[in-house]
């Protein structure tokens, strides 16, 4: 019979670290497939990706008038219709204060698509590789962060109006309750 020795403590480390990495990928991969019937982004009933046409986005009802196409940029921190219920429109915030949600990059829309939904997915396929590289380095600080994807509306892409996709994380929820949960009050941890 053989004995090990015990495996060194940087090896129990990363050992460790990989188990946490592995969860919060699942994690995210679970939170895209499940928010919103498989949706975890808006798609709009007007112009720049926010309530589907039947009234959803992340579990927050459409707005009432269409919601004109702001490109937000890699860094940028906004408030949004689809996370806030109070917020009206899209409008950049400073990432020091209050805000729901910060922009970790941008993807260019390509192809054509026949609904609102079919946009809202590859919209959230566009983000899921950024997303997911962008959650792999905040640090654990007990707050569940959440992948967002801000897209133009099915006519304003097909226009030409409006062809990237702001792919961002806040804190804010899929369901009613979570729409106008916490806000971020500082830019995103672990750049």
Not at 25 to 38: C, E, K, Q, R, S
Request: some cysteine; aromatic content about 4%.
């Amino acid at each position: 019979m053989t004995t090990r020795a015990p495996a060194s403590p940087r090896v129990t480390v990363l050992a460790l670290a990989g188990v946490l990495l592995a969860s919060a990928a699942l994690a995210f991969t679970a939170v895209l497939a499940l928010a919103d019937g498989g949706d975890a982004g808006p798609a709009e009933n007007g112009t720049d990706g926010r309530a589907p046409a039947d009234g959803k986005a992340l579990g927050v009802a459409a707005p009432a008038s269409p919601v004109p196409y702001v490109r937000l940029r890699a860094g940028d921190c906004f408030d949004h219709p689809g996370l806030s219920r109070d917020v009206t429109k899209t409008e950049r915030r400073r990432c020091t204060g209050p805000h729901d949600g910060e922009v970790v990059a941008e993807r260019r829309l390509k192809g054509t698509f026949r609904s609102e939904r079919d946009l809202r997915e590859r919209s959230l396929a566009l983000c899921a590789d950024a997303a997911r590289q962008r959650l792999a380095r905040i640090p654990q600080d007990g707050r569940a962060y959440r992948p967002y994807a801000v897209h133009p509306a099915l006519g304003t892409y097909e226009q030409r109006e409006g062809t990237t996709v702001a792919c961002a994380l806040t804190l804010r929820g899929a369901d009613q309750e979570a729409a106008d949960g916490p806000e971020l009050t500082a830019p995103l941890p672990g750049a």
